[in-house]
């Protein structure tokens, strides 16, 4: 069935360092992967996101690579700051006929002074 | 100018009583979803509707029946509520893209959440 696998659960680092959060997924029909960023009390936004016919995406301090091959793709955020802290979600689009996002489990992203 | 937006913020209520949150956008999106987060975060889909009609139905409850009166809202009642059923419920919507001829799900917009408190 659908299923995104997501990795850590929660990631702690301090200021200035980089960060890693990886998603695998279980359909090879998946062509989309977003990523969202929820902070406390608040809703799941777009942070960036990447399509199947690219292998890397960049947008200032946030990455992402995605391995078709091997069905994983990654969340890279360097420099982190403070205000990166949050819960962040990895998703796969899943065609059902019409298609659907399945999202991962979450990280909880601490960023310490 | 909210895009996504949901009625009420806040719920508190008794179990077994009936309940119903409501979801409007602005985006002239086709396609609306409910979203249930649990007290561990996981974001699970419920429903999808494209153009009013249901089109993703998950292993809800009966008790759970979704709304479309046009493809910008979508309302959500749930009969009879249980302990289990205290969450945060999302309601989002999309729009399909095209793109060199393959079909990509669009960006999800959420609205605020709604906390559901069955006492």
């Known amino acids: 069935g659908e299923n995104v696998e997501q990795h850590p659960s929660t990631l702690s680092v301090q200021e200035g360092d980089s960060a890693v959060i990886k998603c695998t997924y279980s359909?090879?029909?998946?062509?989309?992967f977003p990523w969202y960023k929820q902070e406390l009390g608040k809703r799941p936004q777009l942070i960036i996101d990447?399509?199947?016919?690219?292998g890397e995406k960049k947008d200032q301090r946030i990455a992402v690579t995605l391995n078709k091959t091997a069905k994983h793709f990654s969340l890279h955020i360097t420099e982190t700051q403070p205000e990166d802290s949050a819960v962040y979600f990895c998703?796969?689009?899943?065609?059902?006929?019409?298609?659907?996002?399945?999202f991962g489990t979450g990280t909880r992203l601490l960023v310490s002074p | 100018d909210t895009a996504v937006s949901q009625t009420p913020k806040y719920l508190v209520t008794q179990m077994g009583n009936d309940k119903s949150i409501k979801c409007e956008q602005n985006?002239?999106?086709?396609?609306m979803y409910w979203y249930k987060q649990d007290s561990k975060k996981f974001l699970k889909i419920m429903f999808s509707?494209?153009?009013?009609?249901?089109?993703i139905n998950e292993t809800v409850p009966n008790r759970f029946s979704p709304k479309s009166p046009d493809k910008a809202h979508l309302n959500l009642h749930i009969n009879s509520l249980e302990l289990g059923d205290s969450a945060v419920y999302f309601c989002?919507?999309?729009?399909?893209?095209?793109?060199?001829?393959?079909?990509?799900?669009?960006?999800?917009?959420f609205g605020e959440g709604s906390r559901l408190t069955v006492l």
């Open positions: 998703a796969a689009s899943w065609n059902t006929g019409f298609q659907k996002l399945v």
């Open positions: 989002a919507s999309s729009q399909e893209e095209r793109l060199a001829g393959v079909l990509y799900t669009g960006e999800l917009f």
């Open positions: 990447i399509r199947s016919n690219v």
């Open positions: 985006l002239g999106h086709d396609t």
């Open positions: 359909d090879s029909a998946s062509n989309y």
């Open positions: 509707y494209n153009n009013k009609e249901l089109i």
